[in-house]
């Protein structure tokens, strides 16, 4: 439970990416993103990831930013795997360089995707999350769901916690049997969560009440995005460098090895 | 500018000096899919400024009471409602429950249930939001009210990181910023270890007595409370048996009303069945105790 609790959490930092406007980091990774799905090559996805690198070290998000690339490695194999055995059948020999090659870029590509919005996640609070959706015109009522979402999910692992513990303390037996009793195992514990997240739900509808939600068309805000001079001059780099990266890919082919 | 405020409709009334700041006559409810009143014809009026404690049995009305004082009955709550309840002249059954809300703030029993936002300053923040607040204002009472509860260092916090006491001090700034005359909180303390208790106390003591903040706490630590109280009012089965002076009612055994009293009280009370004269009047705390003794005492040196 402690670990999928850590993987929520926000360790607030104070570098220079966390400080950037999450629009700025949101464009900044959708730009990796676009390059990365530009260019099959081997040499371009490690420039990307070499970048992305960069920027975690900066934030000084490394351990976690390598921890997330790692937790993807099943779905990375996978997806060699599969690349491997369709190119195999499709060019009709096994072990060809050219196959082992293309899957490899494939699986190598997937790392680069996923890298770059873990950067994004991980220097970006949900607070700041919720003040992006804000600017974004998407109705605060959505955005209130987000931040809700966010706000009591330790909560209710907690409590999934507390219901384990005291099913566990009259005798449940979580860990027997094969997977369908497993399954019914589960029953004892998820009807008094659901029961108990019901009743929260009303509890919390009746302090949205006294705290006047909905009480005013038009909703104000304390904290709002704006964006400083250091954004704009990020937004400028990064508008060159996925400009060049289109620029170059159609326009200028290179000679890429 | 200011989307919903409650000052248009106080203007619109008019101020009238003879009102009690709460009136609540011959009230009666029952929620929907009960067979039973959970109040029964309550009558009761509370002035401005009063410190009131509310006490009884759990299941006794409390907090049907506390609801009806801010509208969530007869508004969020469905069922039979009779009678009227007036807070600062507005009839509650008559307006929506964010107006009231800014007259008559709620603070709950489970902290975490009242707190939406993801920091401490973005949570007391949320009702002025909702409210439509200019930016300016919103800042100034988040301040004012991080200030009032000494908690402005929690500031950035995020509430999984505060203790039950400190999210209950942010649960009540929250309400607290939206400046109302009542603050009716529901067993504020009931999760709370001894010491965080006591140190929500002090605040809410402390609010009564700086900010002159009409309050109404429903209680089951009396001893904590019944020094500040100005009124005491138990509560059985929907009814109100006792309303008035904490330490009249503390001559008799209240243990039957699901009221535990505090425990200097207790004692003088044995005391006094065996020699009426040492308490005149019932203490309600050690210092009162000692006094009373240290009184009888002297009383006797100099007649004897």
Known sequence: MATMLQGLQFYPGKSIVHRLDPRVKLFLSSALLITTLLYLEVTITTLIIAIEAILAIISRTMKRWIKTVYGAAPLVIAVFAMNYLVRSFSYGEFFSPTGLYESFAAAYRLIALLASFSIFFLTTTPEELGMTLTKFKIPYMYTFAFVSAIRFTPVLAEELQTIMDAQRSRGLELDKGGPLAKIRGYIPILVPLIVNVLRRSYELAEAMEVKCFGASKKRTFLKELKMSSKDFAALAMITLFLGSAIYLRFFYPLRIP | ?304
């Not at chain 2, 709460?22 to 509370?46: Q, T």
């Not at chain 2, 409602?81 to 709950?108: C, R, W, Y």
């Not at chain 2, 308490?279 to 006797?300: G, H, S």
């Open chain 2, 1 to 304: 500018m200011c989307g919903v405020d409650r000052r248009k409709t106080r203007d619109a009334r008019g101020e009238n000096k003879t009102l009690k700041l709460i009136e609540v006559k011959d009230l009666s409810f029952r929620y929907s899919g009960s067979d039973s009143y959970a109040l029964k014809n309550v009558n009761l009026s509370i002035s401005e400024g009063e410190f009131v404690v509310l006490a009884g049995k759990s299941g006794c009305g409390k907090t049907t009471l506390l609801r009806c004082l801010n509208g969530l009955i007869p508004h969020f709550y469905e069922g039979d409602f009779s009678g009227t309840v007036k807070i600062d002249g507005m009839e509650t059954s008559k307006n929506p429950p964010h107006i009231l809300a800014q007259t008559a703030g709620m603070v709950f029993q489970n902290p975490d249930n009242q707190l939406f936002a993801l920091t401490v300053e973005a949570d007391i923040a949320f009702p002025l939001e909702n409210l439509g607040l200019p930016r300016d204002v919103i800042r100034e009472r988040v301040e004012w009210a991080l200030r009032l509860l000494n908690i402005s260092e929690l500031r950035d916090r995020s509430p999984f990181e505060l203790s039950g006491g400190q999210k209950q001090k942010v649960a009540i700034a929250s309400v607290i910023a939206m400046k109302p005359k009542i603050l009716l909180l529901d067993e504020p303390t009931s999760s709370l270890d001894p010491l965080s208790a006591k140190n929500l106390i002090d605040s809410i003591v402390e609010l009564n007595k700086k900010e002159r903040l009409t309050i109404i706490i429903s209680e089951h630590r009396l001893e904590l409370l019944l020094p500040h109280a100005d009124r005491l009012i138990i509560m059985d089965e929907g009814e109100i048996i006792y309303n008035g002076d904490p330490r009249k009612i503390l001559e008799k055994d209240l243990l039957i009303y699901g009221v535990s009293m505090p425990k200097v009280s207790e004692v003088a009370r044995y005391v006094n069945a065996v020699n009426h004269s040492i308490f005149k009047e019932i203490p309600l705390t050690v210092e009162e105790f000692v006094q009373a003794l240290r009184r009888y005492l002297d009383d006797k040196d100099r007649g004897g």
